[in-house]
DNA sequence: CTGGTTGCAAACGATTTGCACCCGC
DNA sequence: GCGGGTGCAAATCGTTTGCAACCAG
């Protein structure tokens, strides 16, 4: 489940490349480099944390582009936003990448994803019964892990 | 589904009333009418939007302690928080309110939230797989109901 | 060339916090 | 009276934006 990313980095380009075009944008060489570094992550990040792993890496892109090309990425549906509650946006790869729930764990801040067709099915039930068009969704779920159980700070 | 949040104001001073007691913490005057006014409040609400509507009503609770109060409720389960992708945080009620989705129909802003038992089941089964304890979660799905239909601004 | 793009630094907006005075118990 | 609480204004912090110089097609 970390691999399929790296072969799913042509399709993306295609998609960006279609989105680009399709808005009269360019496919500048810092929008390549990044959407490159992207797909080299494994599970989510944040803007922040992608800022730090180019500086290392020597990708040389502003922040104010970043934050510039991750919407337009999220909006091409190449990444998808989440929010864990932990006061900033977390992105992962879309591509190749059902949609899933997200188990974050209250004690040690752990965020794990896991998929559940029946989950996926009681949505499009759901959506159908309601005459609602679902374009994409974010499952969160708060609660704590078996293998956790941090120190007290409750009870 | 609007008034029953009238009859858990009760339960709520309860529930707030022991949270406090075990922080050592007061009911001050300020708590006491932040969380009445909150129970008139229907459906879901942001912090700005209550601080406007408490200057109509003429209660006077500094931003300052309306957030701190707020974050107060939320850990004690009275209240419960959503991020609709607006930039802020939104509350509602928590007490007598089963857990629900919220269809965001990114047309026309509107939120409409649904039950499904079948959801709650699924994530129950999906939860108990992994061993995993849930506290709480939120269910956001984007897309488009059908009475919407914006202009368009997407071919 | 021309219009989109980048980086910088300043601007933003929701939320948080330090502090001096105030109040619940 | 004591320890927590409040309001205010300033500080935070992630993210956005105005602008002048800079590239892609």
Avoid: W
């Amino acid at each position: 489940m970390v691999d399929p990313k790296e072969k799913h980095l042509p399709e993306a380009r295609g998609i960006y490349s279609e989105f680009l075009k399709k808005n009269k944008m360019f496919f500048t060489k810092e929008r390549t480099q990044l959407l490159d570094f992207i797909f080299e992550q494994k599970g989510h990040f944040s803007a922040d944390e992608l800022m730090f792993e180019m500086q290392k890496a020597d990708v040389k892109v502003s922040r104010a582009t970043l934050y510039r090309s991750l919407s337009q990425m999220v909006e091409a549906g190449i990444l998808s936003e989440s929010d864990f509650g932990h006061g900033h946006t977390h992105y992962e790869i879309a591509i190749g990448n059902k949609p899933h729930v997200h188990l974050i764990c209250t004690d040690s801040g752990d965020v794990r994803e896991v998929y559940s067709q029946k989950l996926e099915d009681a949505l499009n039930d759901l959506a159908r019964k309601e005459g609602f068009k679902i374009k994409r969704y974010k499952i969160q779920v708060f609660g704590v892990s078996k293998g956790s159980r941090k120190q007290a700070s409750k009870l």
